[in-house]
């Protein structure tokens, strides 16, 4: 055989094959919905009906010949309802909560009608699990959605980033020292028994300020420092001041050579909806000597 009619033969098959392949029926389970369609390249028809789901309470039946999706629009499913394969036709007449399934049914576009399913289930907490969605989920999403998907992405893009609760704690002490005796205390002051160094507690929570409770080794701990009852503020400076040496420790440290004396207080931070914040705050007290000249 001459090789053109071979080549025109094998093309000839070839072209059989695919039609053949493109016209062969597939069904879709609409599984939201309640109901089954069968597509056979020129028609999609519905071939089962739930009993009790949103296909039947509207009314759907089988041999119904769906002509149009209206909604949700998708933008893989602009083309005639025909042309769509398995995957893509059976994501076009999936509803979302927001956006009903509106279909054009009938034997022709002269006869045809509106008919709308709503999902009957439950609406999922999360609207887009795994957000935000790869550009391929994203595909599959109604233009309504996408846009809200947008929306929120641009959302998380721009948003501050929430506050964590903090403390800081902060002072400058220093007690001048002559002859191993205690002079004078800038930053506090001093009694004839205790030095106190002047202290602000810089407290900062994401929303309401509940309260701030400091602990440890010197007089007066715990103490707990509270924002006014009827104040919504979420930070406060607390200034106050703490007998945290004796004046007998500082005359040791002097006569040790020591240049300062150190403690640390532990601080617990309650902020409104947040675990509570322990913290390790240290205190020093620095031992200045004037010059000899």
Request: glycine share 8%; hydrophobic share 35%; with cysteine.
């Amino acid at each position: 055989m001459p090789a053109a009619p071979l080549l025109l033969s094998a093309a000839t098959s070839l072209f059989a094959t695919t039609w053949l392949l493109a016209a062969a029926p597939f069904s879709v389970a609409v599984e939201p919905s309640g109901f089954t369609v069968q597509s056979d390249g020129k028609a999609v028809t519905i071939t089962q009906v739930v009993p009790g789901k949103p296909a039947d309470q509207a009314k759907l039946t089988p041999g119904m010949r769906i002509l149009r999706i209206e909604s949700p629009e998708r933008t893989f499913a602009r083309g005639p309802i025909e042309q769509l394969g398995q995957t893509d036709l059976h994501d076009a007449l999936i509803a979302t909560w927001d956006e009903p399934l509106l279909l054009f049914v009938g034997n022709t576009r002269e006869d045809g009608r509106y008919i709308g399913l709503k999902r009957d289930e439950p609406r999922p907490d999360e609207e887009f699990p795994g957000f935000p969605l790869p550009p391929e989920k994203r595909a599959r999403l109604s233009l309504l959605q996408q846009q809200r998907h947008e929306a929120r992405r641009l959302r998380e893009l721009h948003r501050t980033p929430r506050e964590k609760p903090g403390l800081e704690l902060r002072h400058q002490s220093e007690a001048w020292v002559k002859g191993g005796q205690l002079r004078s205390v800038d930053g506090g002051g001093f009694t004839g028994l205790w030095i106190h160094p002047e202290l602000t507690l810089d407290a900062r929570c994401p929303d309401r300020l509940e309260k701030v409770v400091l602990n440890g080794p010197g007089k007066g701990l715990p103490r707990t420092f509270q924002p006014a009852t009827d104040s919504a503020s979420t930070g406060q400076d607390f200034t106050f001041d703490l007998p945290l040496w004796s004046v007998r420790d500082l005359t040791r440290a002097c006569a040790s050579g020591k240049s300062s004396l150190a403690v640390t207080l532990r601080a617990e931070l309650s902020c409104k909806d947040e675990p509570v914040l322990q913290q390790s705050l240290p205190v020093k007290l620095s031992l200045l000597r004037p010059r000899i000249s």
